[in-house]
């Protein structure tokens, strides 16, 4: 039972470049986020999704796109990258909202340089 | 500005011991929180959690607390285990119109449970 799978594991990116993070769940869960925690801090919510077409701005959406075509995957976009977006990113899917427990993929270390 | 604030970056008991994790909040439409737990280079994993109309839940050596007059919960782990050591994190959410899609995350609390 995979749960939620993040790839890569790891990057490095050079400023300026793109990149998608991949998510994918096998759970049917109709809820998908994408979080980011920087050193010291807590988890700052980027996107989410509760549905296959619909996706809305969470806490720190700027940098960033989504998309939702299914719903098993929810990719996230980084168009031009800048140091600031150095942090780990955690996909996360609930069966409902956010007041159930989410699960978490394992994460994504990003470094921009 | 942190809606859900843990003042305690670290904390270090002896096993065997009671580990009690805080958790602040300012936000009063809160009305329902979670515990997370993060081993390192593994996502986190939900614990407990508690809806604003109880003030106490247990699961096993895990207790939440919740007093909403001070908008504050923490978390009691009875007896403490080493292999309990991790980040805990508190999380809340405000259920708006029914639904409720965003939890707001505390900073964490690095908790070491020594032999």
């Known amino acids: 039972n995979a749960g939620v799978t993040q790839t890569p594991k790891f990057r490095i990116l050079k400023i300026g470049q793109s990149m998608t993070l991949q998510c994918a769940q096998d759970m049917n869960h109709n809820y998908m986020y994408w979080y980011r925690q920087d050193p010291g801090m807590g988890l700052k919510l980027i996107y989410y999704s509760v549905g296959a077409g619909i996706t809305d701005k969470g806490e720190v959406p700027n940098g960033y796109n989504v998309s939702r075509s299914t719903t098993e995957d929810f990719p996230l976009r980084l168009e031009l990258a800048a140091p600031s977006q150095t942090s780990v990113y955690f996909c996360?899917?609930?069966?409902?909202?956010?007041?159930?427990?989410?699960?978490f993929g394992s994460g994504t270390q990003l470094s921009v340089l | 500005d942190q809606q859900v604030k843990q003042n305690s970056p670290s904390l270090s008991v002896q096993e065997g011991r009671i580990s009690i994790l805080n958790c602040d909040y300012t936000n009063s439409m809160f009305d329902y929180f979670l515990w997370y737990k993060k081993y390192p280079a593994e996502g986190p994993t939900f614990l407990i959690s508690?809806?604003?109309?109880?003030d106490k839940n247990e699961d096993g050596r895990f207790t939440v607390f919740l007093n909403k007059s001070a908008k504050h919960l923490s978390l009691h782990i009875v007896p403490s285990q080493p292999g309990d050591s991790a980040v805990y994190f508190c999380a809340a959410s405000a259920t708006d119109g029914g639904a409720t899609n965003k939890l707001i995350f505390g900073t964490g609390t690095l908790l070491a449970v020594q032999p």
């Open positions: 996360a899917s609930s069966y409902g909202a956010a007041s159930e427990k989410l699960f």
């Open positions: 508690i809806s604003s109309i109880k």
